[in-house]
């Protein structure tokens, strides 16, 4: 299991490009619809409270799911397997890329990359609406708008949405409900 943990978190961090955000689809399709390591809702759990905690979402996810399958062995695994094919790369481009750089074709490349990398990243935030209330989706748009437009820090929405959630959950409890 520890080796399928590896060769799956490595074959995601060799072949996605454009950051985190652009691993989560690929993450979620291997831990999720191919392997079936992980249910969809608690994939999304997984996904919340990687992109709370500090550090890459991709690396936090990786942790997160290695963890629920494996303990500190998958941790440790996950981790290994999506950070060695970063870390190779980096050192590569850290190495050559001062030569190449000018190079037209090289140019061109990361050029024609970007409308790729905008999709990977607008994916996962379609698959993430799609499992949500179609009353939250203003207040996610409210709450897009705040960060990107007025600046609020998303520290300070990220706190604000889990006390109105927890306060949520109590007024729902006291008035017995389900949540």
Known sequence: MLWQL???????GAFTFGGGY??????????????????REDFLDLL???QSAPGPIALNTAVFVGYRIKGLKGAFASVAGIVLPS???ILLVAIFFADIRQNSYVD????????????????PIV??????????????????????????SPIYVLISGALLGLMW???????GGKQ
């Open 127 to 152: 698959g993430l609406a799609k499992g949500m209330n179609l009353w939250l989706l203003p207040i996610a748009a409210l709450t897009a708008v705040a960060v990107w437009w007025w600046g609020i």
């Open 22 to 39: 652009a691993m989560v689809p690929l993450i979620e399709r291997e831990v999720i619809d191919k392997r079936g390591w992980v249910e």
């Open 108 to 123: 061109a490349a990361f050029r024609a990359m970007r409308p790729a990398v905008v999709a990977l990243i607008v994916a």
């Open 6 to 12: 590896f060769i799956s978190f490595l074959k995601i």
């Open 48 to 50: 919340t409270i990687a």
């Open 169 to 175: 959950s109590i007024i729902i409890v006291r008035k």
């Open 87 to 89: 870390f190779v790369i």
